[in-house]
């Protein structure tokens, strides 16, 4: 068996569980730290990763493969050996960046054709390209090669495009399969996880949800949200489409999202989560606390000597002022982006952690109440 | 006594000593590491700088008075409360940007008036007014303000500058001692140090020297050199000046240089240097090694798996790949800066770290031959 779920505990539909495979164990409910191009922005190493308590890398099988190329990852030892993290990696299909970055795109059975935003030469990625490029890049989970419907969409294309996912699911777990079975292979056990779609269509994502657990993948995701719709019907979509997840697989719901998105989403029933927000947000002085978010840009924290959170042990609250990095913004000195990088994902590692906690005391349905609307407003 | 310098060994004219002062003790030859804003650039925190070898940080007075400010910072608690530096720090005096950055500049006897590079402000700064903003900052040594008059320069105009510089002073050692005596000073143990000034005529550096000296100041500088002088007429006034610089006083050449630079430099007796050099170089990815200056921009380390340089145990070395770090760069992740800083910053201070063996050993003169031009070659 290449993974193992263990449900340690539930409170409503809410989960609390170990996740045993390749690279070590995950705790969960977790939040997959990003590092897109195989370096967290705002400066941060593989080795930063541990100080603020990540228990898994997210990198992006699109920009890797365009730049400097999965084949060259491969050849020095694959993403773990390239980028020194050595926890669990997920790489995303490439699919969404194909969808949301690349210009020129041509949809067809067998895949997608596109201009790459970097240098503008023409790619080719189907199911199979991707699976390829994740085994080159040796990730410890592959996501499928779907398509990510834009917001809002027609519901006859999103039910076809919907079909065609499927189709791609299917040919991306026969190729999954042979190339774990590659004697060159680097991670002879990557997982695969299948991803729901259907755009805010609760009968397409229910009957697509349906379809793809047949499949009996190592884990489902959520995808197609938080592409701009109202966050009530993030929450209907998740809430419609739980029911038919899997038990005994992990579920992953795509680029979620606010500290209030995740704890609504472990409230749903949902594991893992990923999202650029906390780094891109920091690096733009925009603060998560305890008291929910801060921007430190603003001239209250000219002379202010506390850390930016005080409740905060993170490395930079225990040694920096919002003075001190309020004014290495206004120098433009590349230190404030990593000292505020460092300070809001350690902030989401251990809202993690308290939500862990909370399932682990039972006491979720508290917890959800007491910062569900608090840790996303501005104060 | 506010400070002590103690003279270990010496081999022809170079000097190993320790230095003892408040904020703890230098052993020289010293590099010191360049936070002009309170930060290294390539966003390395006071917490790095231990990680680097790093004795001793130098900050700007110009740059910090003019963001955040000093009196803001000294509301904070000084530059050590602010930045968490707890090692010695030298402040210079302003005198060099205000004459290289400033705009619309107004040289008169009381000081110089002139426009700042942020907001276009008008600001005055003389003697005076440069020991308080140093004394604000706590710094462990102030430099005097002193006028840096460019290269090539004319005789009249640096001779008269020269004599100038010594009234001013002169006046930077009263206000020194004044601002020193008062009850709320951060550090009553600040030192100053006088600057040699003189441009490249050894008459002037000379005769600029002996009147300095006479002062009894708690270090000196030789000043104005490496502002585009070819370096046989920085060695020469060097050279020409040392011997009338006090045995019993810690030496200062400022703003050199390369690794041969401050190779020549410790042979002709300086004990203590700071450059830019090093971490803007390593922004743009040219790396010291111990064979020699390397683009790693440079194609051939594409799939290079060897560290930076495989005789270095830098934090950088110990970890990643040239390739890597390659691919950082090709990418525009900041990660490639700090990784580089982080590097370079520390091959200085091993530099010095061997300079200081070579001495201790007597066998600096081998050394000088072995590296002297070898580091500096591009290869």
Redesign the interface.
């Known amino acids: 068996m290449k993974s193992k779920l263990t449900l340690i505990k539930t409170e409503g539909t809410g989960r609390r569980c170990e996740f045993e495979k390749v690279h070590g164990t995950v705790q969960t409910p977790a939040f997959m730290n990003v590092a897109t191009?195989?370096?967290?922005?705002?400066?941060?190493?593989?080795?930063d990763l541990k100080e603020i308590k990540c228990q898994i890398m997210l990198s992006n099988t699109y920009?890797l493969h365009v730049?400097?190329g999965d084949e060259?990852v491969k050849?020095?030892?694959g993403l773990h050996e390239?980028?020194?993290w050595q926890g669990p990696i997920l790489t995303d299909s490439g699919g969404f960046q194909v969808f949301s970055l690349a210009k020129l795109r041509k949809i067809q059975e067998e895949g997608v054709t596109f201009n790459s935003h970097v240098d503008g030469r023409k790619i080719f990625m189907g199911p199979e390209e991707s699976m390829q490029i994740q085994s080159n890049l040796g990730s410890t989970i592959a996501m499928a090669f779907d398509e990510c419907v834009e917001n809002p969409a027609k519901y006859q294309y999103a039910k076809e495009s919907c079909k065609r996912t499927v189709r791609w699911l299917q040919r991306c777990k026969a190729e999954m399969d042979r190339l774990n079975s590659l004697p060159d292979t680097i991670n002879k056990k990557q997982l695969l996880f299948g991803i729901n779609q259907g755009c805010t269509f609760e009968d397409l994502r229910i009957e697509n949800m349906k379809e793809i657990a047949e499949l009996d993948l190592d884990g489902y995701a959520i995808g197609g949200l938080a592409v701009g719709e109202p966050k009530e019907d993030m929450y209907r979509v998740i809430s419609a489409v739980e029911p038919y997840m899997p038990k005994d697989k992990i579920r992953y719901l795509m680029g979620v999202g606010t500290p209030g998105n995740i704890i609504e989403g472990v409230y749903r029933g949902v594991d893992i989560f990923d999202c650029v927000m906390p780094s891109r947000n920091a690096r733009h002085g925009h603060l998560n606390t305890w008291s929910g978010i801060i921007n430190i840009n603003n001239k209250k924290y000219?002379?202010d000597?506390q850390p930016i959170d005080p409740q905060c042990d993170c490395?930079t609250c225990r040694?920096?002022?919002r003075?001190?990095i309020?004014?290495?913004f206004?120098?433009k000195?590349?230190?404030a982006?990593?000292?505020c990088v460092m300070h809001n994902l350690y902030f989401y590692n251990t809202l993690m952690e308290k939500i862990r906690e909370a399932l682990d005391n039972g006491n979720y349905q508290e917890f959800h109440d007491k910062y569900v609307d608090l840790l996303d407003t501005r104060i």
């Open positions: 191009c195989g370096a967290i922005k705002g400066a941060l190493s593989a080795l920009h730049r400097p060259l050849e020095m030892g390239f980028t020194r000219e002379k000597n490395p040694n920096f002022s003075s001190y309020r004014h290495l206004k120098a000195e590349m230190l982006m990593r000292l």
